[in-house]
């Protein structure tokens, strides 16, 4: 259905420019650019339906922690339940229990990480994670009341619990960790002003020219303080109180534009991936 849909979208081109002449090099790019929108689709496709499966996995894994709890709950209010194998019985659902919630924090940070790539879905998908979370917290406290009372019956069940409370502070350290390391890799840097500024403040050195044109070269001992941090993936242009601006650092030409618009210039980027494919730091002089 969906390539019928690019290839009725392809004609449909076509047949809007049927009086004018059309080089195979713009059908070619024009193929180019319905293939990527048609594998950026499918890539948000299965984004969705992986997500879904996390859902209904958590769902399970719900039920499954209730019943369980109402075993337990069942087990230690019997006179009974002091017995060896009760207990054997109890620590073995406690266990059961503790590997579920481990396993819907997995899931739940996974999808938290999609979220962000489901486009016209984020908002839908975002209301259904909050419901999840709301889930979850309360089966929680509901856990911590059955761990009060087992407390009171053996502190070896208190130890299983404790022990889950490791493991989930260590998926959490590991969260952070991963989200610094997302956040450095992420991370880009830009200084814009006049030659003069950039030179007094060691971003340029005018007067070492690249060899064999004029292009001003950046100062050997970059001052990075000067320098704004941004997220390459939230930073798509730059504007500037400047007529004129020209981008020094090392960034394809065909990567970006510079416009203007009335007094003020404008940078926009085309393709990040290839704008910051050479360098993290981008450095504009005005005029």
């Excluded at 958590?58 to 009760?86: A, Q, T």
């Excluded at 073995?92 to 590997?99: C, P």
Aim: with cysteine; proline share 1%.
């Amino acid at each position: 259905m969906k390539k019928l849909l690019f290839v009725y979208l392809l004609l449909l081109v076509v047949s809007c420019n049927s009086n004018k002449e059309i080089s195979n090099d713009n059908q070619m790019d024009y193929k180019i650019r319905f293939e990527q929108l048609e594998a950026e689709n499918n890539r948000k496709d299965t984004l969705l339906t992986e997500s879904i499966i996390y859902f209904n996995e958590i769902e399970r894994n719900l039920s499954s922690i209730e019943f369980n709890e109402s075993e337990i709950n069942r087990l230690s209010s019997n006179k009974e339940g002091s017995k060896s194998s009760d207990k054997k019985v109890l620590f073995e659902k406690i266990k059961l229990i503790n590997e579920l919630r481990i396993e819907n924090t997995k899931k739940m940070k996974s999808l938290q990480s999609r979220l962000d790539n489901m486009g016209v879905a984020q908002k839908e998908f975002k209301e259904l994670i909050i419901r999840l979370q709301q889930k979850i917290h309360a089966k929680d406290q509901t856990i911590a009341l059955l761990e009060e009372k087992l407390k009171t019956i053996d502190g070896k069940y208190s130890n299983l619990f404790s022990e889950f409370q490791k493991q989930q502070q260590v998926l959490n350290e590991k969260q952070v960790e991963n989200r610094e390391i997302i956040s450095a890799m992420n991370s880009v840097f830009y200084a814009i002003g006049s030659e003069k500024e950039l030179e007094n403040n060691q971003v340029i050195d005018s007067k070492k020219k690249i060899f064999s044109s004029n292009k001003i070269k950046l100062n050997e001992k970059l001052n990075d303080q000067y320098f704004t941090k941004v997220n390459k993936n939230d930073f798509a242009e730059l504007s500037f109180n400047s007529k004129k601006g020209h981008v020094v650092s090392n960034h394809p030409e065909s990567a970006y534009v510079i416009e203007r618009v009335g007094d003020v210039a404008k940078l926009k980027i085309k393709d990040p991936a290839q704008f910051w494919k050479f360098t993290k730091y981008l450095v504009i002089v005005t005029y």
